[in-house]
Structures are given as structure tokens and as C-alpha cells.
């Protein structure tokens, strides 16, 4: 798996997605709670605009600096005993970790939850040089037995009831209990218990390095990160090159945004930090410490319109706030980046011509961008990419932009204007049914399967409006 | 106080009564309005359909259109605030700049100009019936205009407003989304009447008409007893 999951066309994703009511309803109830106490936790911590105010204004300094801090990271991380690898491609990135697995002989790796190595396609890698991956956070453990792709950043498997949970572990497991939530945890804690105890190597993600001192951080709620950097004797981990923070104190303020927006905690529950290879005077930790750092289109963001969508600190708020990716969950968007923020981004690392729907696949309600905790324009960005497929890529369907060229010559002049409000009038009048229309020509055939269409009125408003002012009335 | 009214393309070929309503409720309230003969569209339906050069055009001829008055006032929320980005998509063009921010500047959402710049509470209209209101993405989102028309509709003789839950949840309309991405926005729609009718009130009301059509549309498809109202129909019901 990379970052495109599945093969089908947008408009079959979506209507697959549209029949699937386990998923919708799972999806519904999730954002419900999350964004319930999302709201409750903002309340508490009081003045949220200028926490988000000094987010962004963190986040923007670090990508603007992004050269300046990926060096002093990685002189960081290398003077602590471990090793650099910059990866443009997802194949560099697998390539050189594959070679890791190799020189160690290893058969078995352990990972916490990362959607970076979801973007590259990893375990499919691993897998491929006789690697047997094993998936360490509950949703991704649940989704790989189900062999699903993510739907969200944070809860993978959210478009998985506990039913649904419960048929996976029984036929892929021999789970025989209840699909009670307490039950199935413990059935995957115990299955993962020996996973770590007799795995090579860990490989995790990193939700943010701090550049200053060449430190990993993970934010878990399971502590399954923990254990995934402690077991094992060698360490990899693999970020985005935008996810870095100067010092702790930036680290502090971001990961406690990303803790309140994603799941309403003033902090998670678990933050992992890892700092290289066990020193002399460590008593834990790994004996070699690999971090690869991935490039994948993002470096083409930087000094774009777009550069501010590598602010993003993974949070979901965005998702989990978007009426679209309510009614569609994840997989609809054909991307492991699903929701606004991934509407944004994949047709940016993976090309418009494979996401080209995805800026159109919202009403631009700027839900998104209100919840965001480091205030990306979200919908100003989905914006820019219609402009785009407009201007640049020449994506746009031939009647759209016939329709859009006779916009601009009706509207931009008030003749041509007014006689094509009355002859709008005139055209509808034949499609009308009583007072509505129920079933519209062309595109209007789209809105009125379920919606009738207003009938233009039958009293012009203008010529209302001249002769009261000569002292009559039209009406 | 003189007003120039911005009708909207959508209340020019459906909805004339709104505008009526709009011209009666600002003269009530001691206006003298202005109706500009000239004015065609904001400009929004191709410039959320990403033809920005096209959308601009249109902008320019607005801008002009309304050169002329003290104040915009428009019963449209999400219109409004398209206006009021005028400023920042001309900023780098100096010929337009600074009309173009002279007209954001005295631009005016309805509900936002009777209690802010009028400074009314209480328009002393009357309307029978139980209410709920259906918040406006563009309007309470991006103009920042949302306790104004609860503020006025509170004062209605005879309303009770309910709230409406999810009220922050956009109803699928969405312009040209509503046609392109019609399965989501019919979900969309659907998830809102369900709110609505859960309310019990026999009234909705909002203040743009995007929104109030395709929410009408669905409701009078479902045959639902509720009547869709803009606000203005309300404030100016006696
Ligand atoms: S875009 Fe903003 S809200 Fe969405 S995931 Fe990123 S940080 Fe969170």
C-alpha cells in the first residue's frame, strides 16, 4: 500500500462509500465525541485564538527555516550516535531501510502507528524481502489483520464498528469473546505482548523531532511506542521533512495543541521521547538509532501558494470537523490523507491527475479551517487548487468553462444581465411543476433527483422597485 | 441614512419578494434605499469554481456599480462576504485597490447592518410561530456575523425560536458543489432537515438564499409541513 489506496474512480468511491452504513454511522459517532470534547477542552484552556495565533506563528518560523533546522537536527542526531538518511522517494526510503533489515538479519519488526510510512508503502516492502511487520497501535493492528488502509490519521480503523472488530479477530485471530471494547483490547494486548518481546528491529513514525536536540517524540495513547523503542535492538524512524520543531519549548506549546485538537486531552496520554542509541549511562533504549527523513514532493511545496499545508501538525481536527468526510469517511478520498487536509495535500504529492476531484469534494464551509490549530487555510487552499486545474493543468471539463466565459460576459455587464434574468424566467417556466421544478435540464438534473428548484419568480423586483419610486406599486 | 441595496442574483430571478421585504424592513427602520440598476452578481459562482480572471471581471463592474454609495447592504450572507474579499483580490492591482477596498469597507450583510451600524434590537415586527434558524457557513464562519439575526429575531412578537442542534454543520449547498458533488451535498441536505424537523418548528429561517433553496428544495420534497423563510420576510411581518 502507498499513499493511493484502491483503483476505482472518485465517483465509485464515493457511492461505495455512500451505501456503506456501518461505516457512516461509525464515522458520525466518531466525530460527534471528538469534536464534543475538542470543544470542551478549548473552553478550558481559555484565549484559543491566541494560542492558535502563536502555533501558526511557530509553525510558519520552522518551514520557513526548514533548511536552517533539518541541519542542525540531523548534527544533532548524528552527534548523539545515530545515523541521517535523507530520502526524496518513497523507494530511497524503503531501499535504505530494507538494507537496515538485511544487514541485520532481521525477521521481525515491530512499528507504532505512522502515516509516513503508510505514504511510502513500508510493510509491503518489508513484507517483500521476507519481513514479517507487525502493527503495534490497536487501529492499525485491527486494519492490517482486516487488510484496510487507514481512514484517518489518528484512528485508523474509525470506519470499523466493534462488531466488525470482532468478526476480524475471530477470523484472522480465533478471538472468541465479546465484541465488548475492554475484551478486545486485552485479546490484542496479549497477541502484541510477544510481538515485542521477539522482534529485530522497532520502526516508528515521529510526530515531531525537536532540531535542537536531535530528539524523536511520539504521541501515543496506548504506549505502544514505548515499547516499540525500548525492545528492539535497533531503532528506525521515519518523518515527513516538515516535521520538525526548533526547541522543547515550541515542542511544548505545539504538542499540547496537537493533543487538545485531535482528541480533546490536555495531553495525550503517552509522549515518547528518544534521543539516539542508548548511551553508556542509559538503561534503556535501542543499541542503533536510524532516522530517515522524506522529502516525497514536499520540498516542492516550499515558497508555493501551498506552503502552509506543511504547517500541518496531523492533528484530524480538520476531519473530524468536515461534513464531507462525515458522509464519505477516509478511504472515498483514494488517499491515505483523507479530509480537508488531505484533499489539500494528496493532489499535491501525488499529482492532479490522480486527485483531481478531491478540491472540488467540499463546500468550502471552512469548517476545517476554523478548527485548525495552527490556522491553515484550508478552504482558501482547496480554492487555489481549482484555480489551478482552471488556469494551469487545463482540467477543467470544455462546458464548464463555456458556462464560466458566458458568466463573466453576462455578469460584468448590466444589459446583458437583465435580459438574461428574464429569459432565465422565460427557459424555466417549460420545466416547471406547480411552483417548483422537480426535474431540471442539463446539470440542474443533478439537484433536483432529490431537491425540487425554486420557479424564478413571476414579479420582476426591479420593475417593482421603479414604479414605487414613481409612486406605484408592481405587486 | 441612504443605502444602496445589493440584491443578489438569486433573490433578482427568485426571489423577489425577499427584496421587497428588504426595501420595506430598511425603510421602516428610517433608510432611504437605493437600488443601483447595474448590479448583476458578486462574482462568486466562478470564482469558487476557481476562474478567478472571469470572477474579477464581474468584481470590477461591481465595484463600479456601487462607486457611488455610503453604504452596501445585502440580504446575503455568503454574497457579502464575497465582497468584502474584493480587497484582498485586488490588493496588488492599484488601479482597483483601493476602490476595491472602499467597497468592502461599507459593505454590510443585512442583519449586521441593523444592529451594528442602525443599532436596532427590535425592528417591532410580529410573527406567529415556532422558529428555528439555520446558521450560514460563509456568514457566521468567514463575515463573523452570527448573533445579529438571533439578536433581531429574539425581539420578534409572537416567535419562539428553538435552536437547531448541529446548527454549525453546512447544509450541502456549496454553489456549483450542490450539482458536481451531488450524492454528498443530497446527504448533505438531508442530515439538516432531519435537524430541522427534530427542532418541531414550523418555520425555518435564514439569512441566505443558497442555502434557504436548497434546504426548501429538499423540504418540499419530503412534502414536510415547515415553511422556509429569509429573515427578512420576518423582520418585516407585522
Ligand atoms: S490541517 Fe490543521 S486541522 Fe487538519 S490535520 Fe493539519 S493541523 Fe490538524
Same mark, same amino acid.
Given at each position: 500500500?502507498?499513499?493511493?489506496?484502491?483503483?476505482?474512480?472518485?465517483?465509485?468511491?464515493?457511492?461505495?462509500?455512500? +451505501?456503506?452504513?456501518?461505516?457512516?454511522?461509525?464515522?458520525?459517532?466518531?466525530?460527534?465525541?471528538?469534536?464534543?470534547?475538542?470543544?470542551?477542552?478549548?473552553?478550558?484552556?481559555?484565549?484559543?485564538?491566541?494560542?492558535?495565533?502563536?502555533?501558526?506563528?511557530?509553525?510558519?518560523?520552522?518551514?520557513?527555516?526548514?533548511?536552517?533546522?533539518?541541519?542542525?537536527?540531523?548534527?544533532?542526531?548524528?552527534?548523539?550516535?545515530?545515523?541521517? &538518511?535523507?530520502?526524496?522517494?518513497?523507494?530511497?526510503?524503503?531501499?535504505?531501510?530494507?538494507?537496515?533489515?538485511?544487514?541485520?538479519?532481521?525477521?521481525?519488526?515491530?512499528?507504532?502507528?505512522?502515516?509516513?510510512?503508510?505514504?511510502?508503502?513500508?510493510?509491503?516492502?518489508?513484507?517483500?524481502?521476507?519481513?514479517?511487520?507487525?502493527?503495534?497501535?490497536? @487501529?492499525?493492528?485491527?486494519?492490517?489483520?482486516?487488510?484496510?488502509?487507514?481512514?484517518?490519521?489518528?484512528?485508523?480503523?474509525?470506519?470499523?464498528?466493534?462488531? /466488525?472488530? /470482532?468478526?476480524?479477530?475471530?477470523?484472522?485471530?480465533?478471538?472468541?469473546?465479546?465484541?465488548?471494547?475492554?475484551?478486545?483490547?486485552?485479546?490484542?494486548?496479549?497477541?502484541?505482548?510477544?510481538?515485542?518481546?521477539?522482534?529485530?528491529?522497532?520502526?516508528?513514525?515521529?510526530?515531531?523531532?525537536?532540531?535542537?536536540?536531535?530528539?524523536?517524540?511520539?504521541?501515543?495513547?496506548?504506549?505502544?511506542?514505548?515499547?516499540?523503542?525500548?525492545?528492539?535492538?535497533?531503532?528506525?524512524?521515519?518523518?515527513?521533512?516538515?516535521?520538525?520543531?526548533?526547541?522543547?519549548?515550541?515542542?511544548?506549546?505545539?504538542?499540547?495543541?496537537?493533543?487538545?485538537?485531535?482528541?480533546?486531552?490536555?495531553?495525550?496520554?503517552?509522549?515518547?521521547?528518544?534521543? @539516539?542509541?542508548?548511551?553508556?549511562?542509559?538503561?534503556?533504549?535501542?543499541?542503533?538509532?536510524?532516522?530517515?527523513?522524506?522529502?516525497?514532493?514536499? *520540498?516542492?511545496?516550499?515558497?508555493?501558494?501551498? +506552503?502552509?499545508?506543511?504547517?500541518?501538525?496531523?492533528?484530524?481536527?480538520?476531519?473530524?470537523?468536515?461534513?464531507?468526510?462525515?458522509?464519505?469517511?477516509?478511504?472515498?478520498?483514494?488517499?491515505?490523507?483523507?479530509?480537508?487536509?488531505?484533499?489539500?495535500?494528496?493532489?499535491?504529492?501525488?499529482? &492532479?491527475?490522480?486527485?483531481?476531484?478531491?478540491?472540488?469534494?467540499?463546500?468550502?464551509?471552512?469548517?476545517?479551517?476554523?478548527?485548525?490549530?495552527?490556522?491553515?487555510?484550508?478552504?482558501?487552499?482547496?480554492?487555489?487548487?481549482?484555480?489551478?486545474?482552471?488556469?494551469?493543468?487545463?482540467?477543467?471539463?470544455?462546458?464548464?468553462?463555456?458556462?464560466?466565459?458566458?458568466?463573466?460576459?453576462?455578469?460584468?455587464?448590466?444589459?446583458? &444581465? +437583465?435580459?438574461?434574468?428574464?429569459?432565465?424566467?422565460?427557459?424555466?417556466?417549460?420545466?416547471?411543476?406547480?411552483?417548483?421544478?422537480?426535474?431540471?435540464?442539463?446539470?440542474?438534473?443533478?439537484?433536483?433527483?432529490?431537491?425540487?428548484?425554486?420557479?424564478?419568480?413571476?414579479? *420582476?423586483?426591479?420593475?417593482?422597485?421603479?414604479?414605487?419610486?414613481?409612486? @406605484?406599486?408592481?405587486? | 441614512?441612504?443605502?444602496?441595496?445589493?440584491?443578489?442574483?438569486?433573490?433578482?430571478?427568485?426571489?423577489?419578494?425577499?427584496?421587497?421585504?428588504?426595501? #420595506?424592513?430598511?425603510?421602516?427602520?428610517?433608510? #432611504?434605499?437605493?437600488?443601483?440598476?447595474?448590479?448583476?452578481?458578486?462574482?462568486?459562482?466562478?470564482?469558487?469554481?476557481?476562474?478567478?480572471?472571469?470572477?474579477?471581471?464581474?468584481?470590477?463592474?461591481?465595484?463600479?456599480?456601487?462607486?457611488?454609495?455610503?453604504?452596501?447592504?445585502?440580504?446575503?450572507?455568503?454574497?457579502?462576504?464575497?465582497?468584502?474579499?474584493?480587497?484582498?483580490?485586488?490588493?496588488?492591482?492599484?488601479?482597483?485597490?483601493?476602490?476595491?477596498?472602499?467597497?468592502?469597507?461599507?459593505?454590510? #450583510?443585512?442583519?449586521?447592518?441593523?444592529?451594528?451600524?442602525?443599532?436596532?434590537?427590535?425592528?417591532?415586527?410580529?410573527? #406567529?410561530?415556532?422558529?428555528?434558524?439555520?446558521?450560514?457557513?460563509?456568514?457566521?464562519?468567514?463575515?463573523?456575523?452570527?448573533?445579529?439575526?438571533?439578536?433581531?429575531?429574539?425581539?420578534?412578537?409572537?416567535?419562539?425560536?428553538?435552536?437547531?442542534?448541529?446548527?454549525?454543520?453546512?447544509?450541502?449547498?456549496?454553489?456549483?458543489?450542490?450539482?458536481?458533488?451531488?450524492?454528498?451535498?443530497?446527504?448533505?441536505?438531508?442530515?439538516?432537515?432531519?435537524?430541522?424537523?427534530?427542532?418541531?418548528?414550523?418555520?425555518?429561517?435564514?439569512?441566505?438564499?443558497?442555502?434557504?433553496?436548497?434546504?426548501?428544495?429538499?423540504?418540499?420534497?419530503?412534502?414536510?409541513?415547515?415553511?422556509?423563510?429569509?429573515?427578512?420576510?420576518?423582520?418585516?411581518?407585522?
Amino acid at each position: 500500500m502507498s499513499m493511493k489506496i484502491g483503483q476505482a474512480p472518485f465517483t465509485k468511491r464515493v457511492s461505495t462509500s455512500l +451505501q456503506d452504513s456501518f461505516m457512516r454511522e461509525a464515522v458520525s459517532s466518531a466525530q460527534g465525541r471528538l469534536t464534543g470534547v475538542r470543544e470542551q477542552i478549548i473552553d478550558e484552556l481559555g484565549n484559543w485564538e491566541e494560542w492558535r495565533e502563536l502555533s501558526a506563528a511557530i509553525r510558519k518560523h520552522t518551514i520557513d527555516h526548514l533548511d536552517y533546522y533539518l541541519y542542525e537536527l540531523s548534527e544533532n542526531v548524528i552527534k548523539r550516535g545515530g545515523n541521517v &538518511y535523507f530520502a526524496e522517494t518513497p523507494e530511497e526510503a524503503n531501499q535504505y531501510i530494507s538494507s537496515i533489515i538485511t544487514k541485520k538479519n532481521a525477521k521481525k519488526v515491530v512499528k507504532s502507528k505512522s502515516m509516513v510510512t503508510e505514504e511510502i508503502g513500508l510493510n509491503h516492502a518489508l513484507k517483500a524481502s521476507g519481513c514479517e511487520v507487525v502493527e503495534t497501535d490497536l @487501529g492499525e493492528y485491527i486494519i492490517q489483520l482486516a487488510e484496510d488502509p487507514p481512514s484517518h490519521f489518528l484512528a485508523p480503523a474509525l470506519h470499523k464498528n466493534r462488531d /466488525q472488530i /470482532q468478526e476480524v479477530f475471530r477470523t484472522k485471530r480465533g478471538y472468541a469473546n465479546s465484541s465488548n471494547p475492554e475484551e478486545l483490547t486485552a485479546f490484542a494486548r496479549e497477541q502484541l505482548r510477544n510481538e515485542f518481546l521477539s522482534a529485530d528491529i522497532g520502526i516508528t513514525g515521529c510526530n515531531f523531532a525537536i532540531a535542537d536536540s536531535g530528539t524523536i517524540s511520539l504521541v501515543t495513547n496506548e504506549g505502544n511506542a514505548e515499547m516499540v523503542t525500548t525492545f528492539p535492538k535497533t531503532q528506525i524512524s521515519v518523518m515527513g521533512m516538515e516535521r520538525i520543531v526548533p526547541t522543547w519549548k515550541e515542542f511544548d506549546i505545539v504538542v499540547s495543541m496537537l493533543a487538545r485538537s485531535a482528541v480533546g486531552q490536555k495531553l495525550s496520554t503517552y509522549v515518547s521521547t528518544l534521543t @539516539g542509541p542508548k548511551a553508556k549511562d542509559e538503561m534503556d533504549g535501542p543499541e542503533e538509532f536510524h532516522l530517515v527523513i522524506l522529502d516525497n514532493g514536499r *520540498s516542492k511545496m516550499i515558497g508555493s501558494e501551498f +506552503q502552509s499545508a506543511l504547517h500541518c501538525i496531523r492533528c484530524s481536527a480538520c476531519l473530524n470537523v468536515c461534513p464531507v468526510y462525515r458522509h464519505i469517511g477516509g478511504h472515498a478520498y483514494g488517499s491515505i490523507y483523507s479530509g480537508p487536509i488531505g484533499a489539500v495535500i494528496s493532489p499535491i504529492l501525488g499529482g &492532479y491527475e490522480e486527485y483531481k476531484e478531491l478540491p472540488y469534494a467540499s463546500t468550502l464551509c471552512s469548517a476545517c479551517t476554523d478548527a485548525c490549530p495552527v490556522k491553515i487555510p484550508l478552504h482558501e487552499l482547496l480554492l487555489k487548487h481549482r484555480q489551478n486545474i482552471v488556469e494551469k493543468e487545463g482540467g477543467a471539463p470544455l462546458p464548464e468553462k463555456m458556462v464560466m466565459r458566458a458568466f463573466k460576459l453576462v455578469t460584468s455587464s448590466a444589459k446583458m &444581465y +437583465q435580459f438574461s434574468v428574464k429569459s432565465a424566467s422565460f427557459v424555466s417556466r417549460s420545466f416547471l411543476k406547480g411552483e417548483n421544478m422537480t426535474s431540471g435540464p442539463f446539470s440542474l438534473k443533478e439537484w433536483t433527483r432529490t431537491r425540487d428548484f425554486p420557479a424564478p419568480s413571476n414579479d *420582476s423586483f426591479r420593475d417593482w422597485f421603479k414604479n414605487r419610486s414613481k409612486g @406605484g406599486s408592481a405587486f | 441614512m441612504k443605502v444602496s441595496l445589493f440584491l443578489t442574483c438569486l433573490i433578482d430571478v427568485f426571489s423577489s419578494e425577499i427584496g421587497k421585504d428588504t426595501v #420595506e424592513l430598511l425603510e421602516k427602520l428610517g433608510c #432611504e434605499v437605493d437600488f443601483p440598476e447595474g448590479q448583476t452578481c458578486c462574482g462568486q459562482p466562478a470564482y469558487n469554481s476557481g476562474y478567478i480572471k472571469e470572477a474579477k471581471e464581474t468584481m470590477k463592474h461591481m465595484i463600479n456599480t456601487f462607486r457611488h454609495a455610503d453604504y452596501v447592504v445585502s440580504p446575503s450572507g455568503s454574497c457579502m462576504t464575497m465582497l468584502k474579499e474584493y480587497e484582498n483580490l485586488f490588493m496588488d492591482e492599484p488601479e482597483w485597490a483601493n476602490k476595491a477596498e472602499e467597497l468592502s469597507n461599507k459593505s454590510y #450583510e443585512l442583519t449586521q447592518f441593523i444592529v451594528e451600524v442602525l443599532d436596532i434590537e427590535d425592528v417591532g415586527a410580529r410573527y #406567529e410561530g415556532t422558529a428555528t434558524y439555520h446558521t450560514s457557513c460563509h456568514m457566521s464562519r468567514l463575515l463573523g456575523v452570527d448573533e445579529s439575526p438571533l439578536t433581531l429575531l429574539k425581539h420578534v412578537k409572537g416567535l419562539h425560536v428553538v435552536p437547531l442542534p448541529f446548527k454549525q454543520d453546512c447544509c450541502g449547498f456549496g454553489g456549483t458543489f450542490s450539482v458536481k458533488m451531488a450524492r454528498i451535498s443530497e446527504q448533505m441536505v438531508d442530515e439538516k432537515v432531519h435537524h430541522i424537523k427534530s427542532t418541531e418548528a414550523n418555520v425555518l429561517i435564514g439569512a441566505d438564499c443558497g442555502c434557504l433553496m436548497n434546504i426548501g428544495g429538499r423540504i418540499n420534497r419530503l412534502g414536510n409541513p415547515i415553511e422556509v423563510k429569509h429573515i427578512a420576510q420576518i423582520l418585516n411581518h407585522s
